[in-house]
Structures are given as C-alpha cells and as structure tokens.
T-cell receptor, first 109, second 114 residues
Framework: EDQVTQSPEALRLQEGESSSLNCSYT??????LFWYRQDPGKGPEFLFT???AGEEKEKERLKATLTKKESFLHITAPKPEDSATYLC??????????FGPGTSLSVIP | GAVVSQHPSRVICKSGTSVKIECRSL??????MFWYRQFPKKSLMLMAT?????????EQGVEKDKFLINHASLTLSTLTVTSAHPEDSSFYIC??????????FGEGSRLTVL
C-alpha cells in the first residue's frame, strides 16, 4: 500500500537555528515527490517537485533532497515567517497524489 | 505561478441541505482536478479525481452519491455535498493539474453544517 510518513510531527526552532524535516515514502512507481507549505486556514502552496534520487532543489532558505526511500527539507537560518505546516506528497500511478501528515514548524524570534 | 480559485471560501448550511463548491483554474486549462478533504490538524485526504468530460474516480470509502463531482469544462470542477450532515463539516480543497507533477491548489472551502 502506498504510504507517506513525516517526522517530526512538530518542530520548534529558534530564529537562525537550522534543521531538517523528513519525509519517508513507500510507493510503487514513484513519479514525483512534492513539498508544500500550508498556512492555517489556507490551501497548500507549492514549493518543490523532485523526480529522481540524488536530485536537489533550492529556494531561499529551503533545500529539498531526494533518495530512493525518503526526502529531506532542509531549512537554513529560519525566520519567524517560515512558521507553517510543511506537507510532503508523492505521486504514484495515474496522477494520484498522496499526502503525508505534515510537520508543524514554529520559528521563535 | 498558476492560479486556482475556489468558491465559496466559507459556507454554513442547515443539516439536510446541499452545498456546491466551485474550483476554477484561472489562467490554465486543467483536464484533471482533484478534491481533498482536510480535518483539523490533519493532512489532506484525497476524495476523488475529476476528469473533464467523464465520470469522477472516487477513493475507497468516499460516498459518490453524497459527494457529487462534475467537471464540465477545462477550467471548472464542482463538488456538491448532498444532504449535508454535521459530520460532513470540514475543509475541502481542490487542486488542478497544470502538467504532470505540477499541482496547484485552491484556497479551500470551510463547510460548517449545523
């Protein structure tokens, strides 16, 4: 069965304290792995798509990496405005996209 | 980036009534749209895949007679919650596929059934 897990469930960082979020997946025929950011009461905002092991993408303080079994979202020197829930999703067959439970990030000034 | 608009953003209705939620891709055509449901502090649960001009594909456990999906044009998909009950109260989010692997989400619609 296709499955996506994320850890930790919640993460609290001091401003400037770098860290990583993990996304582990089990899916047959991975066609893509996505990272989204979601603010309370809003729809997810697209961040990155990764397609193959070894691929990396960067955007401002965020960097996403992909292996055959997991992906990491590295946050370098986070700021309070980076506080949000970060969702990982995988695209399996037939464009079906399965979301993980998310990591709630709080960055304290 | 591509824009997906969802309407209404909030709706309150009485138990037993039906509610329609619209999902529009504003600056691109989407042959495939997806409907998700999100419970408080939980992730998105895929409800169904909506394909333009054909019947929607529902995920296991989702009642197709309760959640009617219509994808009548390349820019519009609708979700109708029929005979809504309090347990249908939730945050419903749609997404539209711009290209393989590129999904853009609407802002979501919060449904409250009294």
């Amino acid at each position: 069965e296709d499955q996506v897990t994320q850890s930790p469930e919640a993460l609290r960082l001091q401003e400037g304290e770098s860290s990583s979020l993990n996304c582990s997946y089990t899916v047959s025929g991975l066609r893509g792995l996505f990272w989204y950011r979601q603010d309370p009461g809003k729809g997810p905002e697209f961040l990155f798509t990764l397609y193959s092991a070894g691929e990396e993408k960067e955007k401002e303080r965020l960097k996403a990496t992909l292996t055959k079994k997991e992906s990491f979202l590295h946050i370098t020197a986070p700021k309070p405005e980076d506080s949000a829930t970060y969702l990982c999703a995988v695209q399996a067959a037939y464009d079906k996209v399965i979301f993980g439970p998310g990591t709630s990030l709080s960055v304290i000034p | 980036g591509a824009v997906v608009s969802q309407h209404p953003s909030r709706v309150i209705c009485k138990s037993g009534t039906s509610v329609k939620i619209e999902c529009r891709s504003l600056d691109f055509q989407a042959t495939t749209m997806f409907w998700y449901r999100q419970f408080p502090k939980k992730s998105l649960m895929l409800m169904a895949t909506s394909n333009e001009g054909s019947k929607a594909t529902y995920e296991q456990g989702v009642e197709k007679d309760k959640f009617l999906i219509n994808h009548a044009s390349l820019t519009l998909s609708t979700l109708t919650v029929t005979s809504a009950h309090p347990e249908d109260s939730s945050f419903y989010i749609c997404s539209a596929r711009l290209a393989p692997g590129e999904l853009f989400f609407g802002e979501g619609s919060r449904l409250t059934v009294l």
